[in-house]
């Protein structure tokens, strides 16, 4: 009858519809994939231009469910260690502005940094942090401009907004030195939290116990923790602009690199008998 065939070509619109509206969702979620590797070669490419060496792995992003992920970065550059992240998801993805990209929510996993101290490129250091958490991060659209490693990551660092920081746990490791001069340190930090990131200053940090071992040679051996740890105005960006000889040789203003900071005790004890502790 009529209204059975209006029945049938209704259902078959709205299949149709419905089939469109589902490939058009896929297809769309396609083409920002593709801009969004895209951008994120490009950034490589920018890196690997200033003398790096920088790849990454799958990159997926959902423009309407406002998700971004990314797998296996790993960047090195010569003489300063290189650093690898297993994975990097970020949800609630906006766009403020042209210039500027907003996440809600950012939980990197597999952080992994070996190479020299910045400051000590005798020292030898290992980074390990199973996860990082952070919370309402702003940060630049696009990728800082040229410089050495240091530099670009101060200038990217310092247009960076953030909430809260949460590292629940993480180990450093350290080898300088040879023979009787040798010293090996093993560190398992408590979980940090950083609250409140602008102009590449935290307004207060916190680190829970820490625990260490000392090696190494044999008079160096030893053990011992470090109590809680708080502080106020912690200003990562001065840290970083030590690194950078053009700039801290042109600032023209003095900067603290913390206003205030608490230590709960520290015990350490040596093989060859040294005893310290403070409470």
């Known amino acids: 009858s009529g209204r059975t065939r209006m029945r049938k070509t209704f259902v078959v619109a709205f299949v149709a ?8 969702y896929f297809a769309f979620n396609l083409i920002v994939g593709h801009l969004a590797r895209s951008h994120v070669e490009a950034a490589l490419a920018n890196l690997r231009a200033n003398g790096m060496e920088a790849q ?10 406002g998700r971004f992920e990314m797998h296996d970065l790993a960047i090195a550059a010569p003489g300063q260690g290189s650093l690898k992240i297993a994975s990097f998801l970020a949800t609630g993805v906006t766009r403020p502005s042209p210039q500027r990209v907003f996440a ?10 070996d190479g020299p101290l910045p400051l000590a490129p ?15 991060l702003e940060m630049p659209a696009e990728t800082p401009g040229g410089g050495t ?10 247009k960076v907004t953030a909430d809260r920081v949460i590292i629940p746990e993480s180990t450093v490791s350290t080898r300088s030195g040879a023979g009787d001069s040798r010293i090996e340190t093993d560190v398992v930090h408590g979980a ?5 990131l602008a102009n590449g200053r935290f307004a207060t940090a916190g680190m829970e116990p820490s625990r260490f071992t000392l090696g190494g040679a044999p008079k160096n051996a030893g053990k011992g923790s470090l109590g809680r740890i708080s502080a106020e105005g912690i200003d990562v960006g001065a840290m970083l602009l030590m690194l950078d000889p053009e700039r801290r040789q042109a600032a023209d203003e003095f900067r603290t690199v913390y206003g205030a900071i608490s230590v709960d005790g520290y015990e350490v004890a040596t093989d060859a008998g040294l005893r310290q502790s403070w409470r």
């Open 149 to 158: 490693a240091w530099q670009m990551a101060l200038g990217f660092f310092e």
């Open 122 to 136: 005798a020292i030898e250091a290992s980074y390990r942090a199973p996860r990082l958490d952070i919370a309402a």
């Open 17 to 24: 519809l419905l089939v469109a509206g589902v490939g058009g």
């Open 56 to 65: 990454a792995g799958e990159v997926d992003y959902d423009l309407l469910e």
């Open 192 to 196: 940090v939290g950083l609250e409140r």
């Open 104 to 113: 809600k929510h950012v939980a990197i996993q597999g952080i992994a940094f």
